[in-house]
């Protein structure tokens, strides 16, 4: 990917690789991306949100949209997973394929754990969806279809990075892969919402791009492909400018700058389109269109730029908890939702914010705890501090 000499950047890109290992910056944006997550989660769970009668303008409708704009979590997990690709001097595009079909295999592994204590549930109490609010409409059956096939976000890492060892696999250049994601998000625009009249067709092309299930009530496509893989393309593309950077200090600020100078007209399209107004909640917020896509892109990467910044200010050992959640992310992310699973058996729905965060920070410590457990013991390390 040529860019010597254009956009600030002259000079600024050898020819050789420059920088490898572990970069403190990544490790901060993925540590907080599934802190975040974990909390969004919870919070989901635990709070009004999860009642379908909660007024659209509450305090906790308004913290939802606060946490879905906000760029730093799922968007920038998947934009870093990209980057890292690039930190990796062992992959090839067939352990990417390999590395890819095995999330897939393993975000549906994780959707049957989830479902699981709800089913035992209901063959103890007869009754599912009860447990399951915010799918009051729902029956037994169709709630249990919707969450056997729900499309994960380890089913949307897998399908991204086969996607990429292919385009290794091909030798497909750089402005190709623009020139695809671009056509992807494009007819995006167009196949979002389209209903084939078949529930099954529908499940399958909502891996792709957004479309509901049983008369437009709910969806299983929480990350189509078209709708997301725009972020580890953009991860994967400035990766590869990353490793060859002379001057990394430099290139963060520039590659920031710009993408903040082209937030700021999006943003104000995105103000007279109606970009806001669901707040990126719901399935807007994961049947996202190019408009939404390109901002939330440009922001994802400034917020990769601003957590640069804060490593460089910040003592690294301040930072270990996070590099720690970076390297566990995800034992971290399938334990909280198995856990999470179990939780909500049994406990009510309705905290209020201190409950939902103390809820939060404690599933946060034990699942923390337990992926650290468990990867000291898959790597044979000693029980002793690894930070």
Known sequence: METDGRLGLRGL??????VTGRQPEL???RGLSVFLMVGSHVFNQFTPLSQDDVPGNGFFDQVSKLIGAFP???QCFMMVM????LFSTTVTYRSLIKRGLILIA????LEFLRILPGIVNMLITGDLVSFYPEYSYATNEQLIVITLFWQDILIFAGMALAFIGLIQKFNVSDMWLVIITVAMMTANIFLAGMDTGSDALNIFLGYFWGTTVFDGFMTTARFPFFSWIVYPVFGYLMGKLLVRTTDKDRFYKVTGLWCLLISVPLFVIGLFTG???SGFTGIDYYHQKALVQTWCTLLAWDWIVLMYLVTKKVPSRYLGIFRR??????YIYVLHFVILAVM???MPRSFDIIGCSVIFLALMFIVDQLAELIRKKRSGTPKASAQ
Do not use: H
């Open 325 to 330: 959640w970076s390297r566990n992310i995800t």
């Open 106 to 109: 393993a975000g549906f592994v």
């Open 72 to 74: 730093g979590g799922a």
């Open 27 to 29: 490790d901060l944006v």
């Open 344 to 346: 909500i058996q049994f």
């Open 13 to 18: 890109f050898s020819k050789e690789r420059t």
């Open 275 to 277: 970009m806001f107004d």
């Open 82 to 85: 990209g980057v890292l690709i």
